[in-house]
Structures are given as structure tokens and as C-alpha cells.
């Protein structure tokens, strides 16, 4: 059973920081694609940041230079580096991830298998 276990939310004042993490456990080969997506009250889900296996990175405007998207593909964890949070940064923040399993089908025949995958959501509040 594959899951993307987020964690590291919480309450921050405003111009603070926190980190967010997200590990894949289960029966994982590797990550490949992963991201940070976040869901305000009353809006649609939003994509902040992904990156690559190879730790390529893209950024949504608003948070580019404040967030930082890192990994660490030996332990299967992405990272979300927040930093000058401002209230409008205020959500529930999503781990997505593209994750490789090598499965059997009923002939006995091995493959890779590419699914994609959502954590449960860490909840990030800006206030003072």
C-alpha cells in the first residue's frame, strides 16, 4: 500500500517560516514527478511547486523566491521550504507524486508501473 504521508504544517505569524515534508512509503521503486499543491477556503486547489527526479525546479509566481522545493530520492521525501509566509499563503498543502512500483501480472510477468498519487493534506495558517 503506497501512501505520501505530509507533514511539518502548522500555525505561523506573519514573515515565518516552515517546512513542509512529504515521504512515499509502501512498496516504492522510486518518485519520479513531484509537487506542492495547495487549497484555500473557497478556491480551487493550486499548484505551487514541482520538481523533477533530477531536481529540476518550477515555482507559481507568488511564491517564487519565498519557497524552496527540494528532495531526497534515497528516503522517497520532497520538501517544502516556506519562507516570509503571508496570510494569503494560508491552506491545506498537498503532496502529489508520480510514483514507480514494480508489480506482477497474473502470468508472473514483472513491470514498472507509473500511478499517480495524494497525500492527506497539512494544514498551514498565517495570523498573527
Known amino acids: 500500500q503506497v501512501q505520501l504521508v505530509e507533514s511539518g504544517g502548522g500555525l505561523v505569524q506573519p514573515g515565518g517560516s516552515l517546512r513542509l515534508s512529504c515521504a512515499g512509503t509502501g512498496s516504492i521503486f522510486q518518485l519520479n514527478a513531484m509537487g506542492w499543491y495547495r487549497q484555500a477556503p473557497g478556491k480551487q486547489r493550486e499548484l505551487v511547486a514541482t520538481?523533477?527526479?533530477?531536481?529540476?525546479?518550477n515555482y507559481t509566481g507568488s511564491v517564487q523566491g519565498r519557497f524552496t522545493i527540494s528532495r531526497d530520492n534515497d528516503k522517497n521525501t520532497v520538501y517544502l521550504q516556506m519562507n516570509s509566509l503571508k496570510p494569503e499563503d494560508t491552506a491545506v498543502y498537498y503532496c502529489h507524486g508520480a510514483v514507480v512500483q514494480l508489480k506482477r501480472d497474473d502470468s508472473g510477468f514483472y513491470y514498472y508501473s507509473t500511478d499517480d498519487y495524494w497525500g492527506q493534506g497539512t494544514q498551514v495558517t498565517v495570523s498573527s
Open positions: 520538481i523533477a527526479r533530477g531536481g529540476s525546479t
